[in-house]
């Protein structure tokens, strides 16, 4: 995971050279999973990054390829408020740490169970390409 540590923060960004939250998500699934998952990037520019329109598109995925899951397993999506919006997501870790990135910060590994973060997390999800 060490490659996805440090990547800096870029809004709509999918590459090593920057990337959101999406984009870490994005860039693991395509290059440790081999799984191609949709980039939003275009989506996300359309509406100026509103949270809420974010929280639509996570919403969409919902049920659709990602499904919730009691029990993470490493690699799993974490689905986390930000306000009142579903619209911030990380990759379980294991162990209790996940992996995300969001802004001005680069991409880094923290605690679940972090003051910051406790309160925010929704669910897990994963991903099925049916």
Known sequence: MERFVGIPYVPHGRSYDGA??????FLYFRDVRGIEIPTYSAEMRDVEFRRREIARL???EKGQHWFEVEAPAPGDGVLMRV????SHVGIFLG??????????????????????????????FRYSPC
């Open 20 to 25: 959101d939250c999406w984009g870490i998500l």
């Open 58 to 60: 996570v919403a969409a």
């Open 83 to 86: 306000g009142r919006d579903e």
């Open 95 to 124: 162990g209790g740490r996940m992996l995300h990135s969001e802004g001005p910060h680069p991409s880094q590994i923290e605690r679940m169970s972090d003051m910051r973060w406790r309160d925010r997390i929704t669910g897990f």
